[in-house]
């Protein structure tokens, strides 16, 4: 595919639209319920506005960051999304591949396609984001088989104790695992480059995909007649499980998905090194607060911790945004697997650059050398919006 017309992440959703059957573009697209949150998370970056500073010499500006040990060449990264080896053949290793030559942070699903082992082997640097079993020896068996494959950076989510809403998704056809039917046949149908360039090569070379990364063993196949996902004993999480973790897990542990001061202090005490503001792309509960409404008071709570966000992200004034309200990195999920889908490892290299573009053009007009110089002074807040 040629990719010269894409001028920047949204340019991404509707090429992937074009690839994908309705039911597996759904699944990336959609949101909960009434798609409330989903609004809020783009509206966010609307109240606020920049007050740039002219003549200050931006010649030498870079967006290096340093993250855990590590040194990135841009403060923004790939978040985990499900599934990616149906939007393209391969598509978690090429996501992790694109985020490797670039040298942005990816984070692997717990819901992926994919073998743990087999990213850790295509990107070593690459993170890993698990669904805390509810028992705690599942726990370590899931969290000492990625310790061994060689990820230094575990990213627990922890807000999912139930299955998230799904009337939107029963109405496009997806379900998990998916269910054959003449719908789902006439959709694959639809999209013939799909069907046999993603699909049926997929099934041709590795066999029927299943969840491999939700357990510490192989999870359920992505087709079956019977719906099956194991969240069972998710409801009764709690914060002993996350000190478990704690104690299993020997590098970085990053807790996804806090939205409040109280359970960022939490975190704290518990003593994880990371903390990203979510709420999952509004994916989850509906209604949510926006991460970058919340962003500036967890990060004033817990200074020592490594406050991140993602949710909503689209631009680099976006990226800039959420770094002034005191995020070291940020991630975006919906427009690097709409890209994937789209042109795949090629389509997230481009929307990989487009977005390095568009932060070093914005940190010029602005009047920086480095991401971390915009802060609150250089914004002003225009209102709820």
Not at 104 to 124: F, I, K, W
Not at 230 to 238: G, P, V, Y
Not at 243 to 271: H, P
Not at 368 to 385: F, Q
Request: glycine share 8%.
């Amino acid at each position: 595919m040629r990719l010269d017309n894409v001028q920047n992440l949204l340019d991404f959703e509707e090429l992937a639209r074009k690839a994908l059957p309705r039911a597996i573009f759904s699944y990336i697209q959609n949101g909960a319920e009434d798609e409330v949150s989903l609004r809020r998370n783009r509206n966010a970056f609307e109240r606020y506005g920049f007050i740039p500073r002219m003549l200050q010499d931006v010649s030498g500006r870079h967006q290096r960051i340093t993250l855990f040990g590590h040194e990135y060449a841009s403060p923004f990264g790939i978040s985990p999304v499900g599934l990616g080896a149906m939007y393209t053949y391969h598509g978690d290793v090429a996501l992790a591949q694109a985020a490797h030559q670039r040298n942005v942070p990816y984070v692997l699903s717990g819901a992926s396609l994919t073998r743990l082992e087999t990213v850790a082997a295509a990107a070593p640097n690459a993170w890993f984001q698990a669904y805390v079993p509810g028992e705690k020896d599942e726990i370590q068996r899931l969290l000492d088989r990625a310790a061994a494959a060689g990820y230094k950076n575990l990213v627990l989510t922890v807000d999912l104790p139930v299955s998230v809403s799904p009337d939107r998704y029963v109405r496009n056809g997806f379900s998990s695992p998916l269910r054959p039917s003449l719908n789902l046949a006439l959709q694959g149908i639809s999209r013939p480059g799909w069907l046999f360039g993603s699909f049926a090569r997929m099934l041709l070379n590795d066999g029927m995909p299943h969840l491999e990364n939700w357990r510490a063993e192989r999870g359920h196949p992505v087709l079956s007649k019977n719906l099956n996902r194991d969240i069972k004993s998710r409801d009764s999480l709690n914060w002993s499980h996350i000190e478990a973790a704690r104690t299993f897990w020997q590098g970085n542990l990053i807790i996804k998905g806090v939205l409040s001061v109280e359970d960022a202090k939490v975190c704290r005490s518990i003593g994880v090194d990371g903390i990203v503001v979510s709420n999952h792309g509004g994916r989850q509960v509906d209604g949510a607060v926006s991460p970058l409404h919340v962003l500036a008071d967890i990060v004033a709570a817990v200074p020592e911790t490594v406050v991140m966000m993602d949710s909503g992200i689209r631009r680099g004034s976006d990226v800039l945004k959420a770094l002034a309200l005191g995020a070291r990195c940020v991630f975006a999920g919906r427009p690097f697997n709409y890209a994937v889908a789209a042109a795949g490892q090629a389509g997230v290299l481009r929307a990989l650059t487009l977005l390095h573009e568009e932060v070093h053009r914005n940190m010029a007009l602005l009047g920086v050398t480095h991401p971390y110089e915009v802060t609150m002074a250089s914004l002003r807040d225009l209102g709820a919006g």
